[in-house]
């Protein structure tokens, strides 16, 4: 928790004054750093980007969902990261290229492959290069820059590791990769236990602690706190680093009402034995939290989490429109203070 | 060169009993085996396998035109011999697969790459799964079988070599590989000389000597003598395989009236100080060729040609319609004998 000596640093304009670009209040704070996963993340970003100028964010994206298809580097949270943020995005479907095609994945099952991935010719692109650059030397962290720059983000992403590490979905009917049990199986399996592969010998990439340590404020954005959190969490560096930062650490709950917005959260939680609420997940980060936002639906776990140490803000956290990201962007600025 | 206790194994029928895929008379043949390029042996190609059934044919391919791109192995030539006789090729373009879009190739051009070779979507299809392959440790000639049986090819498609013979094209403004000078500068540089890196110690692709030493009748297609047919040739057992062969060797004129159909033949030729002729042609393939097939209008070679000691054939070489290609074909298919 990093002491400011004034508390006037960011101040809201009167609403009549404020525009989405309005910058206004936020121009003190230095450097933001995110925890991100997906689509979820990826909405909270879009609104943060129109809050606070990009090359003042530094975006530490889970990379456990990495998977290899086609002996192709596919990285799904960076890309819908970046995809996003460049608004290339496919809104409605929440991942992929706006207006691709897929011919490629096409020829690929006539070709007697399996292609429940789905992968857009222009996403193919994005995996065609990283994977070149890889197997030229660069690292990771390296090559999301270059593929970021290129694609004229100014918000640096950075991968949590350069190592591999792999969240394995323990099942009813084996242990998967999270992909394999998400898309592939459609979530239908019994969910029994979830393990971080390589987590333990795994390092933060090159960036990644020192933007935590370094920031005036860390967000955990409203990502899936098992699958796209928990990896970045499983990286014990990481997780150190943000328990020793002084900038203050601000969460936005995922669930809301018992349940996630999207994705499989809530199935993991009740699989690991957690219940699936707001609190849970102000639980999961109750060694480095110091704020968490949490729906108006769940107001009545508020004092719950104020009794982890955690200060807890209620709002409306649905992200609907511009607006809504926006304001919520605003409010999660406004809480580093 | 074979000789046969009959004569009588290839008899065309009365016209008005021949249709496209009539194949009487050509029962005998066992195997045939092919020498071939890009899009010229296609057409050539196309012709055949409506003459004799797919799986009696082996065509031996040119791979001194694959090139690495984006971390991809393209195989130009083979590709074009596969995507033709599965009728899926662009015949217009004469390269690549109808309808195929070129989204990725546009996204790597906003990731700042270079896009001078035309990829299409379903065509970088291929090229993953090629380059997949190879990297789990398949030969180029087990891939090269894998896509095509997977393609629902009958025909053995089999790569000249698993090493890699490069054609350099020796010009006024430096040395460069054969696709650089064809793609992407347009052919327009001054051709000094031709060599093939790397052809020393290049060894056939299992398959390929085996094939051209036990085929009935040996079919050079007419495809580029210097950088389709010449990366072949530089191959020392596949020259020496087809000079030892009982099999006879029926090539067909790439050059017509002193130029080409398609391609830089001509400029590589008159580079190399070669007259541009058929007669050249036959010249360069004289310690093996048994038979030529010329054009009409260079029937003045013909004698000439025959001073080699070889057999010319003076017919209509050019394919405009499917019944040019199998009117060539069984010329070719007849000479054998």
């Known amino acids: 928790m990093k002491k400011r000596s004034s508390n006037k640093w960011f101040q809201p304009l009167p609403s009549s004054r404020r525009g989405l670009n309005d910058s206004f209040g936020v121009s003190l704070i230095k450097r933001v750093t995110c925890l991100a996963g997906g689509v979820g993340a990826a909405r909270f970003l879009q609104g943060l980007i129109k809050v606070i100028p990009q090359e003042k964010i530094t975006v530490v994206v889970n990379t456990g969902d990495d998977i290899n298809l086609y002996g192709l580097h596919v990285s799904p949270d960076p890309d819908i990261i970046m995809y996003t943020l460049t ?50 030397g660069y690292p990771l962290h390296k090559v999301t820059d270059i593929i970021c720059r290129a694609s004229g983000l100014r918000t640096k992403i950075i991968p949590m590791t350069n190592d591999k590490v792999t969240p394995k979905i323990g099942t009813d009917v084996g242990e998967m990769h999270f992909e394999e049990y998400l898309v592939k199986r459609g979530a239908r399996d019994k969910v029994l236990n979830v393990t971080f592969e390589g987590a333990e010998s795994a390092d ?50 995922p669930i809301v009402g018992g349940a996630t917005i999207k994705g499989p959260a809530d199935k993991l939680m ?29 107001k009545d776990d508020k004092e719950r989490v104020e009794r982890l140490n955690i200060k807890a803000i209620v709002t409306n956290t649905i992200m609907r429109s511009l607006q809504d990201k926006v304001r919520l962007a605003r409010l999660a600025l406004s809480s580093i203070e």
């Open 204 to 253: 933060p990439a090159p960036g990644v602690t020192e933007s935590i340590r370094e920031a005036d404020g860390v967000i955990v954005c409203p990502s899936n706190p098992i699958v796209s959190i928990g990896p970045i969490l499983a990286v014990s560096r990481i997780r150190e680093a943000l328990r020793e930062t002084k900038a203050k650490i601000i969460a936005i709950s």
């Open 87 to 136: 608004e290339i995005v496919d809104e409605e479907k929440g991942w992929g290229i706006r207006n691709d095609t897929f011919h490629a994945l096409e020829m690929l099952k006539k070709l007697g492959l399996e292609t429940w991935f789905k992968l857009g010719d222009k996403d193919f692109a994005t995996h065609i290069h990283r994977t070149h650059l890889l197997k030229e």
């Open 270 to 298: 009740r699989g690991l034995g957690l219940e699936v609420s707001a609190y849970s997940v102000a639980f999961l980060y109750r060694d480095f939290l110091d704020v968490f936002i949490m729906d108006d639906v769940d």
